[in-house]
């Protein structure tokens, strides 16, 4: 049965991923706590299946990486992913209920980080505001497998092409997703190599709901499909809290 949810979990979000190029994570993370995956079962699952989903996005996009952007926000990432588990690896041991009302409210502030990254006039920030934004970005997801949205809205400031914006994502997750595995795997007490033969065993599942994704996206406008994304992701979120 763990397989079965997880399978169908990871199919729809990956779909919708497909479609809007985001909430693989937010969708996929509360419904896997709530047929019964812990909290670092979920983180790791979904950051392999995130990570198999963007691999090849990013060797194709490899030309398209602004290395200048990448290589500070890694960095940072990668220090505080490390803090976002050991925090995990805490509040995992809070009761189910405490659980899901925490990863509920991870992915209403995603929502409303999107909303808001939309509205956000273009500007400079400071470089202080940047480290922030990375560090937030880093923490959330070793916490919750979240750590999409401060990017989004730091990507507000900059001039990327949707190529370098893809590109720059996937890199970034890329970079720190391995770290965030490990880490879980050595110190979490209900992680085991069964969940990375899970995310191995969904990936065909995964690259099918990505591939009818990407040609509904083509069907509807971006608009259109966000606007029903973030409406979708606005119920799991309280669904999970209340």
Excluded: C
Aim: glycine share 8%; aromatic share 8%; hydrophobic share 60%.
């Amino acid at each position: 049965m763990p397989l079965i949810w997880a399978g169908i979990i990871m199919f729809g979000g990956s779909l919708v991923q497909g479609a809007i190029g985001f909430a693989l994570g937010m969708i996929a993370l509360p419904l896997l706590v709530e047929v019964g995956f812990s909290l670092s079962q979920a983180v790791a699952l979904t950051t392999l299946s995130i990570g198999i989903q963007v691999m090849f996005g990013a060797w194709q996009l490899r030309a398209h990486i602004p290395w200048d952007d990448v290589k500070p926000a890694a960095i940072v990432r990668l220090l505080t992913v490390a803090l976002g588990v050991l925090l995990l690896l805490n509040v995992e041991a809070l009761d189910t209920v405490a659980v899901k009302r925490l990863v509920g409210v991870g992915v209403l502030l995603g929502v409303i980080v999107r909303v808001v990254a939309a509205k956000v006039a273009r500007r400079e920030w400071p470089k202080a505001a940047s480290i922030a934004a990375f560090s937030v970005s880093g923490l959330l997801q070793g916490l919750v497998a979240m750590g999409g949205p401060p990017l989004v809205l730091w990507m507000t400031t900059r001039d990327f092409r949707a190529q370098e914006a893809r590109a720059f994502t996937m890199t970034l997750f890329l970079f720190n997703a391995p770290v965030q595995v490990l880490l879980l795997l050595f110190f979490s007490q209900t992680m085991s190599l069964e969940v990375i033969l899970i995310a191995l065993a969904l990936s065909p599942l995964i690259y099918i709901g990505t591939t009818i994704g990407l040609r509904i996206g083509d069907r509807f406008s971006k608009q259109l499909l966000n606007r029903a994304a973030l409406a979708v992701l606005v119920l799991i979120a309280l669904s999970a809290i209340l």
